[in-house]
């Protein structure tokens, strides 16, 4: 039973142009959202959170959008660099701010940004 | 930043042996570790929540005591992969929560049974 999904395993952008990144989830309990993003052989990397109070959160170039209703978020990168060429996870949690909480990852979603 | 040092990043071993992976939190203290399993091209997947001074709490399907954590003190948590096999090999990382709401990972260890 796969609470998070992340439908799209890849996704190929050309630079400059708009990456997003979608993620839904069946949890109705979850209340806080994360991306991460990856390279091979490394650990997750956070980038952007967002909490269920909340619809939209950005940081320079990301934009996380959140959707309660239809248990659905999408993280923008604006514009897309080839350096972000990498898998991003969304994640989510039960209980912002709760330092016991664990964390339960979508599949991942490759994205390549071509220069 | 809280940082989470994880060690080693990779490691070789042959099949029956145990091997042990270090998570350390270097500025902070971390009470809770969590410690996932990633196949290639595969989402990370909880295995266990370890917290300090208490035993360890499995996911269903994860064997204990073949897969044996110990949380000591407030800066280190242990994975210790007892009897490995080829199946064992897989990509393992550290994970503890900081505050507010946070979450900081370790590098990953690439363990290969051979």
């Known amino acids: 039973d796969q609470q998070v999904k992340q439908n799209s395993p890849s996704l190929s952008v050309q630079e400059g142009r708009i990456s997003i990144l979608n993620c839904d989830y069946t949890?109705?309990?979850?209340?806080?959202f994360l991306w991460y993003k990856k390279y091979p052989a490394e650990g997750p990397t956070f980038l952007i959170s967002?909490?269920?109070?909340?619809d939209k959160n950005e940081d320079g170039r990301f934009t996380v959008f959140l959707n309660k209703s239809a248990k659905h978020l999408s993280l923008h990168i604006v514009p897309s660099q080839p350096g972000d060429s990498a898998v991003y996870f969304c994640a989510a949690s039960r209980g912002y701010n709760n330092a016991g909480n664990m964390l339960t990852f979508g599949g991942g979603t490759r994205l390549m940004v071509k220069p | 930043g809280a940082v989470v040092s994880q060690h080693p990043s990779w490691v070789i071993c042959k099949s029956g042996t145990s091997v042990k992976i270090e998570c350390r939190s270097l500025?902070?203290?971390?009470?809770?570790m969590f410690w996932y399993r990633q196949f290639p091209k595969q989402s990370l997947m909880l295995m266990a929540t370890s917290n300090e001074g208490s035993k360890a709490t499995y996911e269903q399907g994860v064997e204990k005591d073949k897969f044996l954590i110990n949380h000591a003190s407030l800066t280190l948590s242990t994975l210790t992969v007892t009897s490995a096999h080829p199946e064992d090999s897989s990509f393992y990382i550290c994970?503890?929560?900081?505050?507010?709401?946070?979450?900081?990972f370790g590098s990953g260890t690439r363990l290969t049974v051979v």
């Open positions: 967002i909490s269920s109070i909340k």
């Open positions: 994970s503890a929560p900081v505050w507010p709401g946070g979450y900081t």
């Open positions: 949890n109705s309990m979850f209340d806080y």
């Open positions: 500025d902070f203290q971390a009470t809770t």
